[in-house]
C-alpha cells in the first residue's frame, strides 16, 4: 500500500525560507520509473504543481518558481525535501506530494497535505 | 508553458443527471490529460488518466474522453457522492498544469 504524508511548519515569516518533507513507504524512490512531486494549493483556488524528483536523481520545476525551489531525496529514510526560499504571503497554501503514475503523466497517490501560513 | 481552461467553472446538476466538463489546453497534448475530483479538505483523488483511461476503483459512470486540445469528462447518473470539484490537468515535456477547476453543485 502507497502512502506519503508531507510534514513541516504551519507558519513561516515572510523572507524565510520554507523546507517540506514527503516520508512515503510502499515504493522505493531507487526504482526505475518511481517519481514524486510537490503540488500546492492556495485556499479556494486551483491546484499548482511545484516540482519532480525521479529515481535516477532528475529533478524538474515548474517556470515560473525555478528559481526559488530545490527538491532532493534521501532513498535511505523514504523522504523528499522540498525547499522554498524568500517565502510570500501569497505562497500560503496547503501542500501535497504525490506520486505519478505508470505513464509518468498523472498523479495517482497523495499526501493529505500540510497547510502552510505565511504572515509576520 | 501549457494553460489549461476548464469550463463550466460551476455546475448545478440533480441527482440522477449526466453532466459534462470541457477542458481545453493551449496547445496540443497528445492524451496526457487527467482528471481529479476533490473534497473539501481532502487531497485530490484521481479519476481518468491518458484521457480516458478509468482508473482502477473508479466507478464507471466516470468517463473521458478527446486528445489533442479539447477534453471532457463525463459523469452518467450523478451520485450525492459525486458533488465536488473537479480538476484536469495535462503533462507536457516535463511540466505539468492544472485548470482552474469546476466546482459540481446540487440543484
Known amino acids: 500500500q502507497v502512502t506519503l504524508k508531507e510534514s513541516g511548519p504551519a507558519l513561516v515569516r515572510p523572507t524565510q525560507t520554507l523546507t517540506l518533507t514527503c516520508t512515503f513507504s510502499g515504493f522505493s524512490l531507487s526504482t526505475s520509473g518511481v517519481r514524486v512531486n510537490w503540488i500546492r494549493q492556495p485556499p479556494g483556488k486551483a491546484l499548482e504543481w511545484l516540482a519532480r524528483?525521479?529515481?535516477?536523481?532528475?529533478?524538474f520545476y515548474t517556470t515560473s518558481l525555478k528559481t526559488r525551489l530545490t527538491i532532493s531525496k534521501d532513498t535511505s529514510k523514504n523522504q523528499v525535501v522540498l525547499t522554498m526560499t524568500n517565502m510570500d504571503p501569497v505562497d500560503t497554501a496547503t501542500y501535497y506530494c504525490?506520486?505519478?503514475?505508470?505513464?509518468?503523466?498523472?498523479?495517482?497517490?497523495w499526501g493529505q497535505g500540510t497547510l502552510v501560513t505565511v504572515s509576520s | 508553458d501549457i494553460q489549461m481552461t476548464q469550463s463550466p467553472s460551476t455546475l448545478s446538476a440533480s441527482v440522477g443527471d449526466r453532466v459534462t466538463i470541457t477542458c481545453r489546453a493551449s496547445q496540443s497534448i497528445s492524451s496526457w490529460l487527467a482528471w481529479y475530483q476533490q473534497r473539501p479538505g481532502k487531497a485530490p483523488k484521481l479519476l481518468i488518466y491518458?484521457?480516458?483511461s478509468l482508473e482502477s476503483g473508479v466507478p464507471s459512470r466516470f468517463s473521458g474522453s478527446g486528445s489533442g486540445t479539447e477534453f471532457t469528462l463525463t459523469i452518467d447518473s450523478l451520485q450525492p457522492d459525486d458533488f465536488a470539484s473537479y480538476y484536469c490537468q495535462q503533462y507536457n515535456s516535463y511540466s505539468y498544469s492544472f485548470g482552474q477547476g469546476t466546482k459540481l453543485e446540487i440543484k
Open positions: 491518458k484521457a480516458s
Open positions: 524528483i525521479d529515481w535516477d536523481g532528475d529533478k
Open positions: 504525490a506520486r505519478t503514475g505508470i505513464t509518468g503523466t498523472e498523479f495517482y497517490s
